[in-house]
């Protein structure tokens, strides 16, 4: 099965910005709902950020006066626009493919990226 591919992740300071990407083949998960997951040290893994093959995107109340996103069908992709950054972010982003419906069961992981953002 083709990977889930990430980029954009890196370091930034608080109140600057960051694009992740999310790629995934057409093929393969032109009709799944791609999403983003986050993972800071000592904490619980939580979702970030989803779009529906159809374009329906859902975004974590926690993020989402800072955070958009945006699912380009064509390219199949999955892009997390993070605006006004703060140390709180800091952790692994991973992308996912859910098996079903957006926040259900996960079909496949990225790799993950590191995302670190210093004071």
């Known amino acids: 099965q083709e990977p889930l591919v990430e980029s954009g992740g890196g370091s930034v300071q608080a109140g600057g910005s960051l694009r992740l990407s999310c790629a995934g083949s057409v093929f393969t998960y032109s009709h799944n709902c791609i999403g983003w997951f986050r993972q800071a040290p000592g904490k619980e893994r939580e979702g970030v950020a989803s779009?529906?093959?159809?374009?329906?995107?859902t975004v974590a109340d926690s993020v989402k006066d800072r955070f958009t996103a945006s699912r380009d069908g064509g390219k199949n992709t999955l892009t997390l626009q993070m605006n006004n950054m703060r140390s709180e972010d800091t952790g692994t982003y991973s992308c996912v493919a859910f098996t079903s419906t957006c926040g259900g069961n996960v079909r496949d992981w990225g790799q993950g990226t590191q995302v670190t953002v210093s004071s």
């Open positions: 779009g529906t093959s159809g374009g329906r995107i």
